[in-house]
């Protein structure tokens, strides 16, 4: 028999999978970032780049004024962080109480930060986050009782 998932949890799945799927990339770029560090700087100061492709000169700037040190850092951290997201979208599709745990605890971690971000300066995105982790977290404390083996 096939089971039928609430909506709202299919929605913090995808949700998830979508954090998952952006950390990565962030990652990957971060790591193509630092393995070629010295290449995307010649290439910044190329000929190609004067007057042309502003967007790619400014995406590279921001590369560029990143130590390769930070670039590693923040590689792993972007990486790990996208492993561990993945595992709490797995973990809700299947309704672990385990994952259900480890997403209240992620996303209450997460809300002072993004507060205090929000507090120095609202933007739509940062707005948009902590709605939806908002939203996680009430639905989650709402529900919890029906996730898991008990569901």
Do not use: C, R
Request: proline share 3%; glycine share 4%; no cysteine.
């Amino acid at each position: 028999m096939k089971k039928h998932h609430a909506p709202a949890l299919i929605a913090i799945v995808l949700y998830k999978t979508f954090v998952a799927s952006l950390l990565t990339v962030t990652s990957i770029a971060l790591f193509f970032a630092l393995k070629n560090h010295q290449l995307l700087e010649d290439f910044s100061q190329s000929y190609l780049l004067e007057s042309k492709l502003k967007i790619i000169e400014f995406i590279l700037d921001k590369f560029l004024i990143i130590k390769p040190k930070n670039l590693l850092i923040s590689g792993l951290a972007a990486a790990l962080y996208a492993v561990l997201t993945a595992v709490e979208a797995v973990g809700l599709w299947y309704e672990k109480d385990w994952a259900t745990i480890l997403v209240l605890v992620l996303v209450s971690i997460s809300i002072p930060p993004e507060i205090y971000e929000l507090v120095h300066g609202v933007t739509v995105l940062k707005l948009a986050v902590f709605i939806a982790n908002l939203a996680v977290l009430w639905y989650l404390l709402h529900h919890l009782p029906q996730h898991g083996k008990g569901a």
